[in-house]
T-cell receptor, first 111, second 116 residues
Framework: GIQVEQSPPDLILQEGANSTLRCNFS?????LQWFHQNPWGQLINLFY???GTKQNGRLSATTVATERYSLLYISSSQTTDSGVYFC?????????????FGSGTQLTVLP | NAGVTQTPKFQVLKTGQSMTLQCAQD?????MYWYRQDPGMGLRLIYY???????DKGEVPNGYNVSRLNKREFSLRLESAAPSQTSVYFC???????????????FGNGTRLTVT
């Protein structure tokens, strides 16, 4: 199956700083999603982005499928951005049944 | 919209007891999933249901059974709980039409299960 590696595993920022989280994958993908798990354990879907660039407020994501990586950018970070960020990848478009999850990046934003 | 609703939020079982985790979605999604999340292991798929009336095994199905009761509801049953099933369980759903290039996965809030 597809291997997924996220980096860095841990990141500590001061409020207001920017950050870039990376997701590398070992094979071609047609399904890539980013999730945020907040400190209360809730998992929120941030982006469905098998290729290209998307933006949602202070968050944006870029996937370069030909080079097998995706980046999640967080600008002007806030304490509410703390939590774990997961990427999940799969070969079949629109299908979650073959998604492989990375081990996550633990982000802590300090006030 | 409530999205994906799971019950209960917390449960403690003794080894050998049985229980059913309930999940319902109100987004008219076709596919539903059960995952477990363990420290250092990430999220692993237990079972999924591509549509009403169908279910299939995921990566870690042993010790579990599922029922897709109707389009909205997908339950997970532990017949004889074991300490190795201590975990956080998440239900999820997605539209998942064939080759649809925008089918994000939506999660419930999770059930924290402890088996002693």
């Amino acid at each position: 199956g597809i291997q997924v590696e996220q980096s860095p595993p841990d990141l500590i920022l001061q409020e207001g700083a920017n950050s870039t989280l990376r997701c590398n994958f070992s094979d071609s993908v047609n399904n890539l999603q980013w999730f945020h798990q907040n400190p209360w354990g809730q998992l929120i879907n941030l982006f469905y982005i098998p290729s290209g660039t998307k933006q949602n407020g202070r968050l944006s994501a870029t996937t370069v499928a030909t080079e097998r990586y995706s980046l999640l950018y967080i600008s002007s970070s806030q304490t509410t951005d703390s939590g774990v960020y997961f990427c999940a990848v799969g070969a079949k478009p629109g299908s979650a049944r073959q998604l492989t999850f990375g081990s996550g990046t633990q982000l802590t934003v300090l006030p | 919209n409530a999205g994906v609703t799971q019950t209960p939020k917390f449960q403690v079982l003794k080894t050998g007891q049985s229980m059913t985790l309930q999940c319902a979605q109100d987004m008219n999604h076709n596919s539903m999933y059960w995952y477990r999340q363990d420290p250092g292991m990430g999220l692993r798929l237990i079972y999924y249901s591509a549509s009403e009336g169908t279910t299939d095994k995921g990566e870690v199905p042993n010790g579990y059974n599922v029922s897709r009761l109707n389009k909205r509801e997908f339950s997970l049953r532990l017949e004889s709980a074991a300490p190795s099933q201590t975990s956080v369980y998440f239900c999820a759903s997605s539209v998942e039409l064939q080759d649809l290039y925008n089918s994000p996965l939506h999660f419930g809030n999770g059930t924290r299960l402890t088996v002693t």
